[in-house]
């Protein structure tokens, strides 16, 4: 579902008035959408060894056009804040199209760099999609305490990293060998995937194996990883009640001018 931007809210009296409704509306806004997608699609198949030369080279043409588009979308964005186009930048989505958008010319010259800004541009689309910026919101909301969890997860997996490295070291120096390959260890068995295979691994060599493994899944991958993702959660219920608020009050102020 793609934004909706209500016509019924005013501009600012410095903005360019028709200019704002034209690269706001809802029409430019799915030709810039399906530009996007059909620039995916181009990029996917321009991965494909065996295609065909000319294909190749319409699908190359393609992206730089689509490149040229997105540039004058973005000029004609920034226009549209007339006297004040600074006011532009103060929206994270917009700094992150000028960055996209504006390096990709810059590095047209440097191949794996103009690639990966060519990946970068189909993030894009999720400035179209609602659910997504109720999301990247409530990520931003959640990083003051996701921080404080993160230097308590670090020093959990410190120290189990340490624990490993004492008990499994010298019998399994590639998993525990020292504490490189040790944090690498308990990365992986936060998948739960190798968990058997470690454990049955440790226990032929000490039976502390037993409580270090099921601890070690209890405290970190239980618990700790359970709080993170209620952590973000919250944020995103915060997020979505602050949308239906400013839903609600855009729908009040409508009424009132009726």
């Known amino acids: 579902m793609l934004r909706n931007q209500k016509e019924n809210l005013e501009i600012p009296g410095y903005r360019i008035r028709w200019l704002t409704k034209v690269v706001y509306s809802q029409a430019f806004e799915l030709f810039i959408a399906a530009i996007i997608m059909l620039n995916a699609i181009a990029l996917a198949l321009l991965t494909m060894k065996n295609i065909d030369s000319e294909v190749r080279e319409s699908l190359e043409t393609f992206d730089r056009i689509a490149l040229w588009i997105f540039i004058g979308e973005l000029i ?57 910026r109720i999301l990247t919101r409530s990520i931003a909301r959640s990083l003051p305490p996701l921080m404080s969890m993160s230097v308590l997860i670090f020093l959990a997996l410190f120290m189990y990293g340490m624990a490993g490295v004492y008990l499994f070291g010298k019998d399994m120096p590639e998993q525990w060998g020292d504490i490189t390959s040790a944090l690498t260890s308990l990365f992986i068995l936060l998948t739960l995937e190798e968990f058997a295979n470690y454990l049955m691994d440790g226990l032929s060599y000490t039976p502390l194996a037993l409580p270090f493994y099921i601890s070690y899944v209890f405290i970190i991958v239980f618990t700790i990883l359970n709080v993170l993702i209620g952590v973000v959660l919250n944020a995103m219920d915060e997020a979505r009640e602050e949308n239906r608020a400013l839903k609600a009050e855009d729908s009040s102020k409508k009424i009132a001018k009726d």
Do not use: C, H
Request: charged share 20%; net charge positive; glycine share 6%.
């Open 76 to 132: 004609a964005r920034i226009i549209s804040y007339g006297s004040k186009p600074w006011m532009f930048f103060k929206t994270g989505w917009n700094v992150f199209d000028f960055v996209i958008i504006g390096l990709s010319p810059l590095f047209a010259s440097q191949t794996l760099i103009l690639r990966l800004l060519r990946i970068f541009r189909l993030i894009r689309i999720f400035r179209f999609l609602p659910e997504v």
